[in-house]
């Protein structure tokens, strides 16, 4: 029998853990033909299927929109450096590929009220060190699923999970059409509304900040190199406002004011009336993309539950500060894939239940780290309390005497540079 999202069954112990078979030290613990079935084809779910394939372990991914589905806008654009690692190990080739079409900005500029306070050009990183590369997500993932294909993973479209069942021997994925898939483990990266994480009964805990940033993609194929933040735009009634070139063009992010709502800001028609005070009006006519979101904040209880691994949005929401939505979920994807291919190989059932408990550990724990990294940043671009207003100020003022207060101001938007997780940055 099928789970929907009210269903799905696990094999327990009584005190809760999960229960294990009895097997001769001989048997593996799973059939190793089985492939590992990955439920959604974001830049998640297409990770780790490149990532299972390169570890020689089959892969069958399940996605519920159609082959020629377009997905929308730039959403997470920076691809950074430890990424393009990880899917260059996975797939060599593909860090090229991404840096390749992707653009790497060489200045970065910091504005407080209109005046300069921080301004940095570094040297062009040779074309295989690219320090990150910046291209909107749609591409990203137009390279991923290429990567996917020559690796040899089977990818259905159309199919929309909308059950499984877990047992000891293995799972079985349920699509909304009726069809059913077997498999040795599921990575369930179907994003922020995971119907499988539900169907598991796996809550998020945390919360949502208050306000919303309205983002607009432009194309300009000439936009210079240039990353700018703007503190307190003068022009924008003091709302923050950044500029991201990524290829072929450029993003303007609005931090919104209290008193701002989507409805007014957020349009077509608004997004006209105040975008040429931020930006050249000639670049009106070459919107491609508007949208507005509100910043998350919650991580799933547990990342994996049996032969279950949370991955990406399904098992965590960040706002997008010091960009580790994606790059953290392709972090998962890998750890997942690792996880799952040290159990899978292991004779031993106590040892295969190790390693999946090892992934949950440590990617939970990468995860609150991020959140707090996100809440540093937060804490700095919607001040609580008059005094970080007032270092900002100070900060600003002294920046041309002090240089690094103006880099502090740079910084700080993003959170701390490194979270210092054992397995990576992110
Ligand atoms: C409007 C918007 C703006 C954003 N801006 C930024 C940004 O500026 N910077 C940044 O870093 N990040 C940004 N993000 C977040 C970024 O897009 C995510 O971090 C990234 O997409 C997460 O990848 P994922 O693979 O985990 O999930 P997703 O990309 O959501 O992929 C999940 C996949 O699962 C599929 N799926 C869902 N349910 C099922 C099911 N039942 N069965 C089968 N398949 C299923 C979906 O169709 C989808 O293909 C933005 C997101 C949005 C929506």
Redesign the pocket.
Known sequence: MFLSTAFATLARTKNGGVATPERSPESPVVPVLAPVLV???????LSAAIALRSLGVPAVV????GQNRERP??????VHRESLRLLESGAPGLAGELTGFGVVWHTKRTLYRGREVFAKTYPAPPADAAPFTSLR?VDTERFLRKACEQAGATVHWG????GLRVDPDGVEVATEDGRTFAGSHVIA???????VRRALGITMSGGRSAGFHT?VDIADPDFPMERLFHYHHPALGSRHVMTVPFAGGFQVDVQCAPQDTEARFSTPEAVREWLPRVVERRHLDHILWI?S?RFNQVIADRFAEGRVLL????AHLFP?LG?R??NS?IADAFAAADAIAIARGAHNPVRAAAAISGYDAARRSAAQRNNAAVSQALAHLRPRHWHTTARQRAAAALSSVVPRFGAWLENATYGPKTTSVRSGRY
């Open positions: 439920v959604g084809a974001g830049p998640v779910g399940l996605e519920a929109d806008g730039s959403r997470a654009l920076f997500q199919a929309r999970v909308s990266a179907d994003g922020a509304r995971s119907t983002t949208s979101y991955a990406g949005e399904a997008p960009a939505g994606m979920g």
